[in-house]
Structure formats: structure tokens, C-alpha cells
T-cell receptor, first 112, second 115 residues
Framework: KQEVTQIPAALSVPEGENLVLNCSFT??????LQWFRQDPGKGLTSLLL?????REQTSGRLNASLDKSSGRSTLYIAASQPGDSATYLC???????????FGTGTQLKVEL | DTAVSQTPKYLVTQMGNDKSIKCEQN?????MYWYKQDSKKFLKIMFS???????INETVPNRFSPKSPDKAHLNLHINSLELGDSAVYFC??????????????FGPGTRLTVL
């Protein structure tokens, strides 16, 4: 059974800092990994999707990497801003399937 | 706007009632999903439909019955509501599953409160 863990559970940083969020999964037989952000009381916004054959994806100040063999992904946020404050979730799609298994989330607060 | 939409956004009801949540996507996707987010914010798949056909049915009480009248709609009907059903329910959609693709797009959620 796939289990997805995110560390840290919560993070508070000053504005402008570069930061890394971690995601680990127990079964490396995945099709892809997706990073989302969730604002309080809102739905999920897809940030990046990394296919199993890829090593990283970039979108603006966000960079996500994937090391499938070790069961790890990181989300790097450059020059953090207060608007980045949200909960960040990673989720994996198993090989041959299409359901997402979600991680436990990292609650990020970027302070002025 | 192209998106996944859900109605209602909030639903407050008494134990024992029957209620429905509706979901629609205009992204042209073939596959739709229902997820449940519990009080600890953990998200878990409930159901998935591909072109109106049920393809995923996790261990969910049979009081929950999804219905897909067409591939753009996936509704969730819940009978005999219980306190433990209180949660946020998210609908999502994706294109037909292809190896390495399957980016999922989520609706805004329906916050269900059972009193």
C-alpha cells in the first residue's frame, strides 16, 4: 500500500527566503507525481506534474524534482513571498492506475 | 471559464437525511473523481468514473452512491447521513489515462456539516 509523507508538517519563513519542501513515497512504481497548493477554505490548485520518466519540472519560482528510485520529490520555492502562504500537497499516481494518493501536506507561512 | 465546478459550496444538514452534491467539468476530460478531505486535512480517493463507467470504488460505505449521467458530470448522493460524514468533498477530472500523464484538476470543494 502506497504511503506518502511530507516533511516538515509546518514551516514559517521570512519573506525572500528560498525553501524546500519534501515528499517521500514508499512504492516507487509510480506513473507521475503532482504538487498542489491549497489555500484555506479553497480547492486544490495544480502547480507541477512530473512524469515518472522526468527528473524535474519548473514553473516560475517553483522547481520540483523527482528521484523515483529513492521515493523522493522536493519542491523548491525561490524568493518566497507572503502570497506563497498555503498548504502544499504532493500526490502520486500508481503504475497502471489513475487515483492520486496524497501526502500529509506542509503548511507554509511566509512572513513579512 | 473552463473549470471543475461543484454545487453547493456549503451543505449543513441533520443526521439521517439524504443529500446530493453535483459536479461538472467543461475541460473535455474523460475521467472524474470524488475525494474526501477529513478534519485533519487528509485527502483520500472515494470514486472514479471514466466515460460514465465506474473504475475505482475505494472502501466507502454503500450509503455513498456516485452517478455519472454523462462524462462531464459526476454527482455524489449520500443516504442516511452520519456525523462522521462531515468533511470537505472534492470533485476532480483528468484526461483519459495515459502513461505518465493524468494531471488532475480539482473543484472548489463542498463543505458538508452533519448535525
Amino acid at each position: 500500500k502506497q504511503e506518502v509523507t511530507q516533511i516538515p508538517a509546518a514551516l514559517s519563513v521570512p519573506e525572500g527566503e528560498n525553501l524546500v519542501l519534501n515528499c517521500s513515497f514508499t512504492d516507487s512504481a509510480i506513473y507521475n507525481l503532482q504538487w498542489f497548493r491549497q489555500d484555506p477554505g479553497k480547492g486544490l490548485t495544480s502547480l507541477l506534474l512530473i512524469q515518472s520518466s522526468q527528473r524535474e519540472q519548473t514553473s516560475g519560482r517553483l522547481n520540483a524534482s523527482l528521484d523515483k528510485s529513492s521515493g523522493r520529490s522536493t519542491l523548491y520555492i525561490a524568493a518566497s513571498q507572503p502570497g506563497d502562504s498555503a498548504t502544499y500537497l504532493c500526490a502520486v499516481t500508481p503504475g497502471g492506475g489513475n487515483k492520486l494518493t496524497f501526502g500529509t501536506g506542509t503548511q507554509l507561512k511566509v512572513e513579512l | 471559464d473552463t473549470a471543475v465546478s461543484q454545487t453547493p459550496k456549503y451543505l449543513v444538514t441533520q443526521m439521517g437525511n439524504d443529500k446530493s452534491i453535483k459536479c461538472e467539468q467543461n475541460l473535455g476530460h474523460d475521467t472524474m473523481y470524488w475525494y474526501k478531505q477529513d478534519s485533519k486535512k487528509f485527502l483520500k480517493i472515494m470514486f472514479s468514473y471514466n466515460n460514465k463507467e465506474l473504475i475505482i470504488n475505494e472502501t466507502v460505505p454503500n450509503r455513498f452512491s456516485p452517478k455519472s449521467p454523462d462524462k462531464a458530470h459526476l454527482n455524489l448522493h449520500i443516504n442516511s447521513l452520519e456525523l462522521g460524514d462531515s468533511a470537505v468533498y472534492f470533485c476532480a477530472s483528468s484526461q483519459r489515462v495515459l502513461a505518465g500523464v493524468n494531471e488532475q484538476f480539482f473543484g472548489p470543494g463542498t463543505r458538508l456539516t452533519v448535525l
